[in-house]
Structures are given as C-alpha cells and as structure tokens.
C-alpha cells in the first residue's frame, strides 16, 4: 500500500474557502479528516499543514491559535504544522494614505521543500498538494526525478485552481462543498492529553459574523480601504 502524504498550503486553502463562500462558516476545518477522504486506497501517513502565526493581539490572532490547537488535539502524531512568518511592509494608496500590513513568506518554500525530501527519502510514494500555487512547479519536477513512480497529484482549494499544476500532474480535483462540510470539527474539541476545551470562533459558525468580502468600484479614492477597517 501506499504511503501517503498530504501537503496543506494554510494560506491558500484559508483564502480559498474565504472567496468561494464569501465568509468563515467552513474554517473550522478538520483538514486530517479533508486528506483521509481524498485518497481512500492509500495509507495516510502524515498531514503536513503550512501556515505562518498572525501578528498583533487581534481576535484574528486568537481564531487561529485556537485553531491550531484544536487540530493538533484531533489530530494527534498524524499532523505536523509549520510555521513560517509575516513580513510587515508600507501600503500606498494612490490617494496618498498609508498603512502597515503583513505578508506572509517562506510557506510555499518550506512546503516544496519537504516535499522533494519526502519523496528522495521514500517517506512518501504517493503525495497530494492541497494548493493552488504555481510556485511548486519546480519542486514537483524535482521530486520526480528522484523517484520516477511517485504519484503527486493536486488537491485544488475552491477559486484556487493552477493551470500550470493541472498540465504537470497526472490528475488533479476541486474540494468541492461536501467535501468540506464533511470534514467540520466539532464545535467543541477536547485535548485528550491535557484536558484542554477548544471551542469553534463564533465568526467561524455558519450564523455567525459574516466577513463579506468587498466588492471594490470606483476611482482610487474609493477603493481605498484600510485592513483595519474590513
């Protein structure tokens, strides 16, 4: 039987979800469960999930520790996260208003990483990318030339599909709506190693607060909205 790995891009497949449904109610997302049910013939060895930590003290910062946390309680040795990082920069809009932001980076480099040692290590014959990032092309390519019998195949989030991906791999899907409402954790997860609760955020319920996201029209004076503000 295969061994069977599964590379989750966070940023993407967060994104993803968030463009598709237009708010947050599918982030309490279970993403072992997700990788299980992608490829019900292989043997699931590990869950490599690829994210970067918020900055700040926002609730935003809080949703995603808690999160985390409750995916590592599920999840047990099966999930292994990593974390990247944020890099703040200057924004200027052509009104000539500012602000600070982040952009995250290094995520796709650390997943394409592991993904060629994976595969040149034999940890794993058969691999599916949860991303939509062209980027990994290269590292796709490179992993085959260490093992010509891995198959790697592309997982798409929703609004997220590469066309570069599609014509590089032997086969490919779109996570469709079931899919993901199928693998929804509990509203309430316990840590059975330490007794800790984590609860689903409120914003992340399928009547909670909508992140409606904007539909930008209008000169450049308009458009101009600062992150602070959506």
């Known amino acids: 039987m295969s061994a069977l790995i599964v590379y989750i891009d966070g940023y993407n497949l967060f994104h993803g979800l968030r463009a598709k449904y237009k708010d947050d109610r599918y982030q309490w997302l279970d993403i072992t469960a997700l ?3 992608l490829r019900r013939h292989e043997k699931l060895v590990s869950v490599k999930y690829y994210t970067a ?21 599920v999840s047990g040795e099966t999930l292994t996260v990593y974390e990247a990082r944020y890099q703040s920069k200057t924004v200027t809009c052509r009104c000539g208003r500012q602000w600070r932001t982040y952009e995250e980076k290094e995520t796709d480099v650390h997943l394409a990483v592991d993904l060629v040692a994976d595969v040149a290590t034999k940890a794993a ?22 093992s010509e019998e891995v198959r ?10 590469s066309s570069e991906l599609q014509q590089l791999l032997p086969g490919s899907l779109v996570i469709g709506r079931g899919r993901i409402k199928d693998a929804q954790l509990p509203d309430t997860v316990h840590d059975p ?3 800790a609760v984590f609860h689903r955020p ?29």
Not at 152 to 161: E, G, N
């Open 35 to 37: 990788a299980a049910s």
């Open 53 to 73: 930590p918020l900055q700040g003290s926002s609730d935003a910062v809080q949703r995603q520790q808690t999160y985390l946390s409750a995916l590592r309680a």
């Open 125 to 146: 014959t058969s691999a599916v990318i949860i991303s939509g990032d062209s980027d990994l092309c290269p590292a796709v390519r490179r992993a085959r030339e260490f």
């Open 152 to 161: 790697i195949v592309a997982a798409f989030p929703p609004k997220r599909i």
């Open 193 to 195: 190693a330490t007794g």
């Open 202 to 230: 409120s914003k992340w319920r399928p009547n909670g607060n909508r992140s409606q996201i904007p539909h930008r029209r209008g000169t450049a004076d308009s458009n101009c909205a600062h992150p602070a503000s959506r």
